[in-house]
């Protein structure tokens, strides 16, 4: 049963540290996505890849958030510095596209990021 | 951009009630729809989806939903509930040619034993 694994799975940081949270998509998919979820703001997209390749960072702080892909294996989410409004649970998920919308993402079990 | 909207903030019901939890979403073109759940202190689970073809779509545990393209929603039902239905439930759309899927805000549902 493939699944989306992210680590860790909780964080509890001070502001300011540098937090980096990792995803391993399913094997064989070639779309990443990272999401936050907060009560407030609800499911927001903040990167997209396809075959590792950045297409879509627009959702992301960019002075502090940095997304990558270093292999087909490895997405990355980091903060730096982290602040307090960056708690949240950050979501993975990957799908395979062929070339249209139809598409389906199967989510990680998220990173629960507390900043202090 | 597509927006999705989900009716019903938070359903409160008895095991074995059915339930209905409305979907509509604004775009004129070609979409794929999705519901997801989220059990608590889970991650998004796909319930089912709908990309084309047959507009009532069966899903895992029972859960249906059905395409109607003129009122441009896509409405998850389930005839009879149980305790561990207990969830919050997202609505998605993407278009045919738009990876982006766009969210609901999310309808908590509390079944009562």
């Known amino acids: 049963d493939a699944r989306v694994t992210q680590t860790p799975r909780d964080k509890v940081t001070e502001m300011g540290q540098e937090v980096t949270m990792r995803c391993q998509p399913i094997?064989?998919?070639?779309?990443v996505f990272w999401y936050r979820q907060t009560m407030m703001q609800g499911l927001e997209l903040l990167a997209y890849?396809?075959?590792?390749?950045?297409?879509?960072d627009s959702g992301m702080p960019k002075d502090r958030f940095s997304a990558e892909m270093p292999d087909a294996t490895l997405a990355t989410l980091k903060i730096q510095p982290s602040e307090p409004r960056d708690s949240a649970v950050y979501f993975c998920?990957?799908?395979?596209?062929?070339?249209?919308?139809?598409?389906?993402?199967?989510f990680g079990p998220g990173t629960r990021l507390l900043v202090l | 951009a597509q927006s999705v909207s989900q009716h019903n903030h938070h359903v409160i019901l008895s095991e074995a009630a059915s339930l209905e939890l409305g979907c509509n979403y604004s775009y004129g073109g070609t979409v794929n729809l999705f519901w997801y759940v989220q059990y608590p202190g889970q991650h998004l689970q796909l319930l089912l989806k709908?990309?084309?073809?047959?507009?009532l779509v069966k899903g895992i545990k029972g859960f249906e939903a059905e395409f109607i393209k003129s009122k441009f929603s896509f409405n998850l039902r389930k005839p009879s509930v149980q305790w561990s239905d207990t969830a919050e439930y997202f609505c998605?759309?993407?278009?045919?040619?738009?990876?982006?899927?766009?969210f609901g805000a999310g309808t908590t549902v509390t079944v009562r034993a």
């Open positions: 094997l064989g998919h070639n779309t």
């Open positions: 998605a759309v993407n278009s045919n040619n738009d990876y982006k899927l766009s």
């Open positions: 890849f396809r075959n590792r390749a950045p297409l879509d």
């Open positions: 998920a990957s799908g395979l596209n062929r070339g249209g919308g139809e598409e389906t993402q199967y």
């Open positions: 709908y990309f084309s073809g047959d507009p």
